[in-house]
């Protein structure tokens, strides 16, 4: 089993999260600014670690699919996705595999943030649901 593979729960766990933040409206905590800054989706301006959306419109994310690092057009033009169980490649920002080899490069680069990654998320969805309640 790959270590990419033995996070699956913790892959499935943080998407299933995030759809339930989508799902009760709180697309604003889960986005970026137009700089990138200060989201969990992935993007193409800081190429950092995020849920990969699946369908979207204007800015507005409606279904997180899996994981992964948006590459950005200059920096190789495919991106980053993984569950766990399933890691593929896609054209920038589209949703079908294609047939390129994965750039180990982004799969180390998953696996050294992931923990960190994970443990700010759950931290900020606390504080978020916190604020929320008062």
Same mark, same amino acid.
């Not at 190429?47 to 279904?63: A, E, L, N, R």
């Not at 180390?108 to 443990?119: H, I, T, V």
């Given at each position: 089993?790959?270590?990419?593979?033995?996070?699956?729960?913790?892959?499935?766990?943080?998407?299933?999260?995030?759809?339930?933040?989508?799902?009760?409206?709180?697309?604003d905590f889960?986005?970026?600014d137009?700089?990138?800054?200060?989201?969990w989706?992935?993007?193409?301006?800081?190429? #950092?670690?995020?849920?990969?959306y699946? $369908?979207?419109?204007f800015?507005? *994310?409606?279904?997180?699919?899996?994981?992964?690092? +948006?590459?950005?057009g200059?920096?190789?033009?495919?991106?980053?996705?993984?569950?766990?169980d399933?890691?593929?490649?896609?054209?920038?920002?589209?949703?079908?595999?294609?047939?390129?080899?994965?750039?180990?490069?982004?799969?180390e680069?998953f696996? #050294?943030?992931?923990?960190?990654?994970? $443990?700010?998320f759950?931290?900020a *969805?606390?504080?978020?649901?916190?604020?929320k309640? +008062?």
């Amino acid at each position: 089993m790959s270590r990419l593979q033995k996070l699956t729960p913790r892959i499935s766990k943080l998407i299933e999260t995030a759809n339930a933040l989508l799902e009760n409206g709180y697309q604003d905590f889960l986005t970026p600014d137009e700089w990138g800054r200060n989201g969990w989706v992935s993007e193409g301006w800081a190429h #950092k670690i995020g849920f990969m959306y699946d $369908s979207w419109g204007f800015g507005t *994310v409606y279904h997180i699919s899996s994981m992964g690092i +948006v590459n950005g057009g200059a920096c190789g033009g495919f991106d980053f996705h993984t569950t766990g169980d399933c890691t593929y490649m896609t054209k920038n920002y589209g949703k079908d595999p294609i047939a390129v080899p994965l750039k180990e490069n982004n799969a180390e680069s998953f696996l #050294k943030g992931f923990d960190d990654f994970e $443990s700010s998320f759950y931290d900020a *969805v606390e504080i978020f649901l916190k604020s929320k309640s +008062v």
